[in-house]
Structure formats: structure tokens, C-alpha cells
DNA sequence: AATAAGGACAACCGCTGTGAG
DNA sequence: CCTCACAGCGGTTGTCCTTAT
């Protein structure tokens, strides 16, 4: 039953390759290829690596026209632009980069790209209508932060007016603006106190109501609510999506998490010019109620 | 000059889907 | 149909190097 055992785990080398490693894999891989068979290879050419590790270094290193650091300008607008629509997928984004690996894009973006946006933003900001963020002043706990993230980088891009944006969903562009200029009213009331809030209240039931988001201990109890069996659903079209957010009082910590969240999930199938049409429906005869 | 802190990047870890046996 | 190795992927860690104090 089952195949047979990959490598000895306790006879394998860690740790950094030698130059002798990388010259007996490449020279090997270069001659015979790989046999689509990562896990006999080192044996075949005497390595003390497990298979795993040999691909990951012919992959991440050893391959030809492999390119290593020196990121230009339009590659960062690439990779920002993807990254903001699809997220972390790396090996995606990677494949519109050619000779770039997913290892290195990761890399290059957690510990340089977004640093360097993200800068740009906090200077920019002075000058701008501020997006929202934890150095703000502004406590996000509870949004998700790689959502988060992507719509301050997407603000961040918009900025820059980024001309080889490959963000494919305008749509997601669209809503996620809308969505933070609705943060942006809500933060900058001085009369509003979020710390302690759930939810955002209710059109018109501003003192009295909490808000009700799927998942939340408040779904329940909130049932009662006009709006809450269509927060408690799993929304499936853009305008479910719309006339929630619209009825939950437009904007909140609770519920631009769970916006985001959803937005990520759903965006892919939406039609743009659809969503783009009906929010514009939405947010221009609507106004947040506070 | 010593060393602590932070940055950059290579490599590993662990999870998931797939398919061989 | 079940088990488990494999391939691929994203997240995390380890190590080396540079910079700041």
C-alpha cells in the first residue's frame, strides 16, 4: 500500500548549499533533466539533500534565466497591482514576471515593497484625505490586516496613478474606494465611539442598535433587526452585497472587515461594469447618517 | 571598536490537492 | 475505496550582512 519512502530524514543535509552542491545539481538537471522525479534525484547524483530541498533551490536559484534582486519600476507596479487584487499569491504574480520567482517576490515584497509604499503613503497623507491606518491613530484591531493592507496599497497606487496597473477588477478598485472614504467620515467624527462597538448602528436607530455580521455573536440577537437575515445569509450577488453595506449605516470597523473579507472571496466573479454601475446607484443617492 | 538592531534573502516547515499503489 | 507519498504553494524561520549607537 502507498509508495515507497522519500529520503532518509536523518541522513539529509540542511542548511545553505555549497557551490559543489549547486554545480552537481545544475551540471545533472542541465545533462539529464529532472525525470519529473524530484525525490530520486539527489540519490542519482550523490546529494545528501532531500528531494523537496533540491527543488526548491533549482526553482528559487539554479534555473536558467533566473533574475535576482534589481526590481524595476514597473515590476513593483506589477506585483503591487497584483497583489491588491489577488493577494498572496505569489506563484501567480510570479508568472507575469518572467525569470522572477514566487521566493523572491515574497521576499522582495515583505521586506522591501511594501515598506516603500506604505512609506509613501504616511508622507503623502499630510497633504491628502488620510486613509485609515493603525499609525493613524485609528485601532483596526479587529479588520482583517491583510485586507486592510491592500486597500491602503490600492489607495496608495491610486495615488501614484500608477499607468501599468494590471488590477483587473475596477470593480473591487471601486468599492474598496468607496468603502474607505466611508471609514474615512466615520473616523473623523468626533462624536462617535468605536472602541467599545460591534457593529456601526443602524440607519436612524443610531443609539440603540448593533449591527449584525455573519459570524458574529451578534448575528442572533440581531435578527430582529430589518436588514439582519440578509447580513445573517451568505450575500451571493453585488446587490446583496450593497444594500446590506447601505443598510448597515455605510461604514464601521465590523463591517468593513467583513466587507473586505467578503470582497476578497467574491470580487473574482463579479462583472465590473455591473458593480461599478450599481454602487455608483448606491453611494450617489446615500449619504452616511451620522 | 564592540555590539545591538534591523534588513535582506535563502531555506525550511507545514498544509493541501492529487494520484499512485 | 483507502492510504500515503508527492508536488506545489504560502508562511515562517535562520543566517548573514549592514547600519546605528
Not at 476578497?264 to 455608483?280: F, G, L, P, R
Request: some cysteine.
Amino acid at each position: 500500500m502507498g509508495r515507497a519512502p522519500c529520503c532518509d530524514k536523518a541522513n539529509v543535509k540542511k542548511g545553505p548549499w555549497s557551490p559543489e552542491e549547486d554545480f552537481k545539481l545544475k551540471s545533472y538537471i542541465d545533462q539529464y533533466g529532472t525525470g519529473n522525479n524530484w525525490i530520486a534525484l539527489p540519490q542519482k547524483i550523490g546529494l545528501k539533500r532531500c528531494g523537496k530541498s533540491c527543488r526548491l533551490r533549482w526553482l528559487n536559484y539554479l534555473r536558467p534565466n533566473i533574475k535576482h534582486g534589481g526590481f524595476t519600476e514597473e515590476e513593483d507596479n506589477i506585483i503591487c497591482s497584483l497583489y491588491i487584487s489577488i493577494g498572496s499569491k505569489w506563484s501567480i504574480i510570479a508568472a507575469q514576471l518572467p525569470g522572477r520567482t514566487d521566493n523572491d517576490i515574497k521576499n522582495y515584497w515583505n521586506t522591501r515593497l511594501k515598506k516603500k509604499l506604505l512609506g509613501q503613503h504616511r508622507k503623502s497623507s499630510s497633504s491628502h484625505a488620510p486613509i485609515p491606518a493603525v499609525e493613524d491613530g485609528f485601532d483596526l484591531h479587529n479588520l482583517s490586516s491583510s485586507a486592510l493592507e491592500r486597500l491602503q496599497l490600492h489607495m496608495q497606487l491610486q495615488s501614484l496613478q500608477n499607468p501599468f496597473s494590471l488590477c483587473n477588477n475596477p470593480a473591487l478598485n471601486h468599492l474598496q474606494h468607496k468603502m474607505l472614504e466611508s471609514l474615512d467620515s466615520l473616523n473623523q467624527n468626533p462624536h462617535l465611539n468605536l472602541t467599545n462597538q460591534i457593529g456601526a448602528p443602524a440607519l436612524g436607530q443610531e443609539d440603540s442598535v448593533k449591527i449584525p455580521f455573519p459570524g458574529s455573536e451578534m448575528v442572533e440577537q440581531n435578527k430582529s433587526c430589518g436588514f439582519a437575515a440578509a447580513a445573517g445569509e451568505n450575500l451571493k450577488t453585488l446587490e446583496d452585497e450593497l444594500d446590506c453595506f447601505k443598510e448597515m449605516g455605510g461604514a464601521g470597523r465590523e463591517n468593513l472587515a467583513w466587507w473586505c473579507n467578503e470582497l476578497e472571496v467574491k470580487s473574482s466573479s463579479w462583472d465590473s461594469t455591473a458593480v461599478i454601475h450599481q454602487s455608483e446607484q448606491v453611494y450617489g443617492d446615500y449619504s452616511i447618517g451620522f
